[in-house]
Structure formats: C-alpha cells, structure tokens
C-alpha cells in the first residue's frame, strides 16, 4: 500500500462536538519536585487530574504537573502569576525556579509564580511519534527545501511523520490543541483556589494566553503577553512559520553590524553589506560541498544546517560570537566548533506536541504544486531562509481533522492586556505582533522595545520595557497610550 493509501485509511472524521461540559475542580496536594536538580529550594510540584477530553469531562484524565515558589511576604499576595511556556511543545515546571532569581521583588512580593509542563509534555502524560533520527534533524522538523529549491523530499518527510504520529501518538495526540491549553489553564486556576489569574505568555505562550484571554475573560487579571504570535486564526502556525522569513530579515542587520565591527577577528566583511553577501555565499557554497560535522544532527554542516544554526543564533545577541566562530570556521578549514544538540527524547516530545498543537488547531492546505510555487518565490524574497518559512509540512497530510475552529482573538472583555515585543524578533516579527494588538482593540497596549531577539521583558536590559511590565504587573498601570521604548 503507498503513502497517500496508507494515510487515507487512518483519516478519522471528527464532528463537530458540542461545547465542553465543566470538569469537576481538581485538587492540588504540594510537595517536592521529585527526581529534579537545580531548582530553587522553595519550588513545590503537585499533579492535577485533567480530563483528556474537555468535551468528555467524565472520561479518561492525565497527570498535568504544576509547581509553585509562594510568595515570601502573604500580606501583599495579589494571586497567582502563571508562566505559560513557549513552543508549542517546551516545557514549564522548572521555570519558576529559572525566572525567581530574575523577577523583581516587587513582582515576587505580590504573586505565587506557577508553572506548568503543558499536555503531552514533559511530565504532563509526554506523547511521541516515535520518529526516526533521521526524521529528527532540525533541517527536516524546519521544512528546508533541497538545496535547489525542490520540495520533494519535504512531502516524503511529511507523510512519514504524519503516519508516525497516528501510529504512535495514543489518545492524547488528537486532544493537543490551543483551545485545551486554555482550558487546562482555567484547570489550573481552579484547582488553585483563583477568582482570576494573571499570567505572562512568552511566544506561543502568548497565542495561548490569548486564547484564555477570549474564552475565559472573567477569569483574566493582569495579563503579560511577550513575544507575540500572529493570532490569524485562518492561518494559526501556517502564520508563525511564514513569519520566519520576515524576523530573519529584522533580526540580521543586528549580527551584520556585530560581525563587521569585528572583522579582525572572523573575518565576515568589513561593513554589515559585506557580511550579508558572505553568509549568502557561504550557504551556497555549503549547499554544494557540505562540510563534516561529528556530533551535529545530521553529522554534516550544509546550507540549510547553518541556515537554521544561524536563526537559532539570533534568539539572543548572546548567540552571535558562537554563528561567526562557527562561519570563519567554515571558511577557513578550521575545526569546526563543537555543537549543541536537544537530547533525543526530548526532541521527540517536542516534534510530536509542536506537531499536534500546529495540525489540530486549523486545517493546513496540501497542494504540492502550490506550496513549491510559494517556495520558488519566497527564496527570491527572503534568500536568508531560503523558502523554509512556506514550505509544506506534516500538516498537510495530518490524520485528525480539527474538531473546533482555532479562537479568534476579539476586543471582548475587560482591559487588562499588556503587550511586549521586540521591534527585531526573529521568531515572532513586530508586524505580526501588531496584528495581536489589533485583534484585542482597546484590551490592550503595546510595548515595543528597540531591541533585537526573542523574548523581551527582562531579557536584553531595556530598562524601559522592564519597568513598564513590572508597573503593570505590580500595580495595573499600563501606559496610556501604545509605547515605544527605545
């Protein structure tokens, strides 16, 4: 039986269910974080039992894993501030012991800071397709194109995976979606004891703080949304993968300048033009002759490697020293820098969660004609990501189709909304993080903050974006009016 026969046989139509009946409120006993290292000594971890199915409240159920660093002064407790993590598919449970010792006391003083390993990741029931190492390479889980633009491994590569995540994924793969992240998080409000809660979503964290925002807006307090997804919700992820092209473009000029105000040492160009046509050069040459790369995944440093090596790097200005040693290398014959690699497991958690979320929250179209079309023109307009961001993926051949439309984001509800964005994200780009604070209207403000990378409050020392999150955070204030901090 081919591929397309194959996947036919395992499409499962989904009604359109009828609105979730509420669960009934889990408990929550604390204790300590078991068979975990590094954590703050004050965390505590607790499992809740969530239903897998929100639809079907009384069915089957999982072990989400929540945890906690209370606040040191109870007569100024506000409430609960969650941390919703990124991804889709990071998890969360350690991050109140990470963002502790970065908060500021102010914060600190007023909230319990919650964290969570969200369904299907982590210790939150952690799902898997069970893919090949071969299927796992950042270049594939990222749709690179061939190096001469051609798609035709692409749609291999995502037949396997689909048919990979029907075959191994179990129940919980097909409940992954935004729509239930938000009413996990209402799970975890409840389970808490909260009248409202106030929480900071970074990066898919902010879409699903933006869905819980529009489902469940009585329940919003002060609400952080950093790093900000296109809530499109014709699109959804389609959107966010699209962007890439757009944040790469942003976020080079920073590296640019960065490289040519070192070129003694790495010898990129002289000037930030220079350095463009150097990189350009050097993926096209590694597209041709690939160097080797033990370690790596896969074990060669070819275009699309240091394509995707280099939006990595872009996240932080903390990344570009390790990109240009990486690229004199390159050029020189040199030995190449030692790489850095997610562990196996987690990388499989990661695909099969990020996966899921992406392809159940909306349908994605599968015309290969189309999408190799899209991909000829954006390599045109976008060389830096070489037509990875409109590629097609395991989306188009996904076994489940959504069983509800993605949330549209909308003005209804109280404003409490704060939103906090880099003007040079290479993830989340500022234009589509203008589109989210379209959406919410008069919900919210924005601040952009003339800074480059992913992740902006308390994350590049724009003392002026901190301190406005933390005003709002600590006493409601937002500015008036959507601010530029430069």
């Known amino acids: 039986m081919n591929s397309a026969l194959a996947l036919a046989a395992l499409l499962t139509f989904t009604p359109a269910p009828t609105a979730p009946t509420a669960a009934p409120t889990p408990t929550v006993e604390w204790g300590t974080c078991a068979g975990m290292s590094g954590l703050d000594a004050r965390q505590e971890c607790a499992t809740l039992q969530v239903p897998v199915d929100h639809a079907a409240p009384a069915g089957d159920t999982f072990s989400m894993a929540v945890s906690r660093i209370r606040t040191a002064r ?289 349908e994605w179209p599968a015309s290969t004609v189309r999408h190799q079309r899209l991909v000829d023109r954006n390599r045109v307009d976008y060389p830096l990501t070489a037509g990875m961001p409109v590629n097609l993926g395991p989306c188009a051949f996904w076994p489940y189709r959504p069983a509800e439309r993605p949330v549209r984001v909308t003005a209804k509800g109280p404003s409490n909304v704060l939103l906090v964005q880099n003007l040079r994200d290479p993830s989340t780009p500022h234009s589509g993080a203008l589109k989210l604070r379209a959406a919410f209207g008069d919900r919210a403000r924005m601040v952009s903050v003339d800074a480059g990378g992913h992740g902006s409050y308390l994350a590049n020392g724009n003392a002026c974006g901190d301190r406005t999150v933390t005003e709002f955070l600590v006493t409601g204030r937002r500015p008036a009016t959507d601010t530029l901090c430069r």
């Open 74 to 362: 109870p007569g100024l407790r506000r409430g609960v501030l969650l941390l919703i993590p990124g991804g889709p598919g990071s998890p969360g449970l350690s991050r109140p012991s990470t963002m502790v010792s970065r908060l500021p006391a102010e914060v600190l003083d007023r909230y319990d800071i919650v964290g969570f390993d969200p369904r299907g990741v982590g210790r939150s029931a952690p799902v898997t397709c069970g893919l090949t190492d071969a299927d796992t390479t950042l270049t594939k889980l990222k749709p690179y194109p061939a190096a001469d633009g051609d798609i035709s491994e692409n749609v291999a590569w995502s037949h396997r995976l689909a048919e990979a995540c029907a075959r191994n994924g179990g129940p919980m793969l097909r409940h992954i979606t935004t729509r239930n992240a938000a009413r996990d998080i209402d799970a975890i409000r409840r389970a808490l004891g909260e009248q409202k809660l106030s929480y900071w979503g970074v990066s898919y964290g902010t879409y699903a703080g933006a869905a819980y925002a529009t489902m469940f807006p009585e329940h919003t307090d002060r609400v952080v949304l950093d790093s900000n997804d296109d809530p499109d919700p014709t699109k959804v992820a389609r959107g966010w993968l699209a962007n890439y092209a757009v944040g790469v473009e942003d976020r080079f000029p920073d590296f640019a300048r960065f490289a040519a105000g070192r070129d003694a040492e790495y010898g990129l160009g002289a000037d930030p033009a220079e350095v463009r046509r150097t990189v350009l050069d050097l993926a096209a040459r590694l597209d041709r002759e690939p160097l080797p790369w033990p370690g790596a995944n896969p074990a060669r440093l070819d275009g699309n490697t240091l394509r995707e090596t280099m939006l990595t790097a872009f996240y932080s200005d903390a990344g570009f020293p390790g990109l240009a040693a990486l690229m004199k290398a390159a050029l020189t014959g040199a030995t190449l820098p030692a790489p850095t690699s997610p562990p196996p497991a987690a990388l499989q958690n990661t695909a099969a969660v990020a996966g899921a979320t992406m392809c159940n929250d909306v």
